[in-house]
């Protein structure tokens, strides 16, 4: 049942019309199994005074491309509805016109565009009007018997409507039912969604609440567990054996979906997943559409089954049928858009958005971790729908055609246009090493800040976490992850690798970065202090680059790895045997990858810095002292000391090293491999060439 989350103590504190709209639209939308992300929208309407001072009638509607669960009160749109309520004696009115209309009814031109049903509320006579998509009505609405369903739950106090795309007709003939029925209190639309008004917002959303729960005590009372979605085939695979298999099969699919664009992907193995993907039915349910015509953009028409038998275990006999599903999707789909394409339109990547696994879960794909969630939420809704539908009839969706009318609709692009422009770095997953340190960290920054979803990775987890948080802070929940990892570890490498394939799919980026120093003379280095750089500045190097190889070969869509070398790469430091050869192991091993990584489109860069003292845990240690006694100054003189030996007489930061880091990354960079890059200020010791 949907909890009543209105608290009146809220709602009166409330001082404007338009934050109370807010405050409704938010609880309609913080519950999912109400209204869809991004979908649905709420309406006011309201007198106001113009620019000339007089009063105007103005309903105040939601803005295109917002989300009614996180939306504010700049995300409406106030409209003078003198100038649209004429509107409904038309006989039609396409798109086009409509959105060109309404641009001119706008109270302030600094508005968002005005939802794609906006007519809809403004042909209906109530003050507060509410349209959502709630998972028990659109069970009904998507019952081939919906409507004598709909008889019997709510007798003559509804309208039905027919599908028809939104619009001025559906709006017409909305208001038309809803005047021709005295005792209306809903309006449902077939294959869509509800539509409930009232004279204050609180009777507007509780007569929304009560609706639905009167729609999902029926479907309950007639359900039956044993018996749902024809009852189960399979058995789910424990929690362990489901997530190893799908550390294998992740970084595959990631690679077969991104021949277009690189894409995002994450799994859901929820007990409402697994229950749908072991049916008996969920093949031909899932085939037959989407459940809600707001899902198409997000979902595409159908998902991709994957018909295994997870007792088999049979991961080779998967990877084989996944590779072979994907390439059939992308047939079936390019034919769907060749017969029903119009001139204009430019096909969408031909790759599912939703691939079932029975016995695993599923797999969602999308251009970000958010957008992965996106498809992820908008399908767990579908398998609600299902649900209801299949206990109280058979489930129907929109037909081709028609799915395909909403999929490449101009007024719903419209909303995706409204997201901001991607980066260098949008759909790539960055793996840093030493990410908690000075030059980690604002690698981390740098490559977040364009785009890039980070892996934190350090020994240092307070450290990795802190980062980690920050970025989630600034650039969304899911932009990061941190995790704790000591380089030395082949099991705790791979360990992070798995993390990693499991939080986004696969990974892009590597900056291997983590490291230390010590410093002796040549005499007194201990067989302990030589072990110590070259496990943790060469076996380390090795068993992430290895390890991060095996998963960009697995994805076939290249990579790239930036290796973070020193001055000491090139440069015989003195008192510093162990250090400088560890350092010069690196940029070597860092040109062999490079030899093997370019039939592949793997690149392999280093960057050599010097004397990076800023957030640096090395420069904090006795390696600070020892430098020091090696030139033969006082620790406090050793940031000038380096900053006068260089020929630009300057200092070195970590962000001079984040930048040349992203350098190598993108691809301005994309016709260089196994190069090594200064950024040292020029010391003439240590220059390459």
């Given at each position: 049942m949907v909890q009543n989350l209105w608290n009146e103590e809220k709602a009166n504190s409330i001082r404007s019309a338009l934050d109370e709209l807010v405050y409704r639209s938010n609880l309609l939308g913080c519950d999912r199994s109400v209204c869809n992300w991004g979908g649905g929208n709420t309406s006011m309407k309201t007198i106001e005074t113009d620019f000339r001072g007089r009063e105007v009638e103005v309903m105040w509607v939601k803005g295109s491309g917002s989300d009614l669960a996180t939306m504010k009160a700049h995300h409406f749109t106030g409209l003078r509805l003198a100038d649209i309520k004429p509107l409904i004696e038309r006989e039609e009115m396409t798109d086009e016109e409509m959105v060109e209309y309404l641009s001119h009814c706008m109270i302030d031109s600094r508005h968002p565009r005005p939802s794609i049903e906006t007519l809809l509320h403004a042909f209906l006579p109530f003050k507060h009007v509410d349209h959502t998509h709630p998972d028990a009505i659109i069970s009904i609405c998507c019952a081939d018997?919906?409507?004598?369903?709909?008889?019997?739950?709510?007798?003559?106090?509804?309208?039905?409507?027919?599908?028809?795309?939104?619009g001025f007709t559906l709006s017409k003939m909305i208001a038309e039912g809803v005047a021709n029925n005295p005792d209306a209190e809903l309006v449902l639309m077939e294959k869509h969604g509800l539509v409930v008004w009232g004279e204050t917002a609180q009777e507007s959303y509780e007569r929304t609440i009560s609706v639905i729960n009167e729609a999902e005590q029926y479907i309950q009372a007639q359900c039956n567990p044993s018996t749902l979605f024809g009852g189960q085939k399979y058995q789910s695979l424990s929690e362990e054996s489901g997530k190893g298999i799908l550390a294998k099969i992740m970084p595959v699919i990631r690679g077969l979906v991104s021949q277009e664009k690189q894409m995002i992907i994450t799994y859901d193995r929820g007990d409402d997943v697994l229950e749908f993907v072991n049916s008996r039915d969920a093949f031909k349910l899932s085939q037959i559409g989407a459940a809600c015509p707001d899902h198409l953009v997000h979902t595409k028409r159908k998902p991709l089954y994957i018909d295994w038998d997870p007792a088999t275990l049979d991961i080779e006999e998967l990877v084989k049928r996944i590779e072979?599903?994907?390439?059939?999707?992308?047939?079936e789909y390019q034919a769907y858009f060749?017969?029903?394409?119009?001139?204009?339109?430019?096909?969408?990547?031909?790759?599912?958005?939703?691939?079932?696994?029975?016995?695993?879960?599923?797999?969602?794909?999308?251009?970000?971790?958010?957008?992965?969630?996106?498809?992820?939420?908008?399908?767990?809704?579908?398998?609600?729908?299902?649900?209801?539908?299949?206990?109280?009839?058979?489930?129907?969706?929109?037909?081709?055609?028609?799915?395909?009318?909403?999929?490449?609709?101009p007024l719903e692009l419209y909303k995706l246009s409204l997201a901001p422009p991607e980066s260098e770095f949008s759909r790539k997953v960055a793996f840093v090493t030493g990410g908690a340190g000075g030059i980690g960290s604002a690698a981390c920054r740098r490559l977040a800040s364009d785009g890039a979803h980070v892996v934190v990775a350090d020994l240092n987890i307070e450290g990795a976490q802190k980062v980690a948080t920050e970025l989630n802070n600034k650039y969304g929940d899911g932009c990061a992850i941190a995790i704790r990892m000591d380089v030395t570890s082949e099991e705790q490498v791979q360990e992070a690798f798995i993390e990693t394939t499991l939080a986004y799919g696969g990974v892009d980026i590597i900056v291997n970065n983590a490291g230390l120093a010590t410093s002796s003379p040549f005499v007194e280095t201990s067989l302990k202090e030589w072990n110590l750089n070259i496990n943790v500045l060469g076996t380390g190097y090795f068993l992430v680059a290895r390890e991060a190889f095996k998963l960009m070969q697995t994805q076939g869509t290249g990579g790239n790895m930036v290796f973070v070398g020193s001055k000491n790469s090139i440069y015989a430091g003195k008192n510093a045997a162990a250090y400088s050869s560890a350092k010069a192991l690196e940029v070597h091993l860092a040109r062999c990858i490079a030899t093997e990584g370019g039939e592949l489109g793997i690149r392999v860069n280093s960057v050599l810095p010097d004397a990076v003292l800023q957030g640096s845990a090395i420069w904090d240690s006795k390696w600070k002292e020892e430098r020091a006694a090696a030139y033969g100054i006082e620790t406090n003189e050793l940031e000038e000391y380096y900053r006068k030996r260089t020929t630009l007489q300057v200092n070195i930061f970590p962000e001079d090293l984040a930048e040349a880091i992203a350098f190598f990354a993108s691809s301005r960079s994309e016709k260089t491999t196994g190069c090594m890059l200064t950024v040292d200020g020029g010391v003439p010791a240590a220059f390459t060439r």
């Open positions: 018997n919906g409507q004598e369903l709909a008889r019997e739950i709510y007798g003559d106090r509804f309208v039905w409507v027919p599908y028809i795309r939104p072979t599903g994907i390439a059939h999707f992308k047939e060749e017969k029903n394409k119009v001139e204009g339109d430019r096909m969408f990547e031909p790759v599912p958005r939703i691939i079932l696994v029975p016995g695993i879960g599923m797999v969602n794909v999308g251009k970000s971790l958010a957008m992965a969630h996106v498809s992820g939420g908008l399908y767990q809704r579908a398998i609600a729908v299902m649900k209801g539908a299949t206990t109280v009839g058979n489930f129907v969706s929109l037909n081709e055609e028609e799915s395909y009318q909403i999929e490449y609709w």
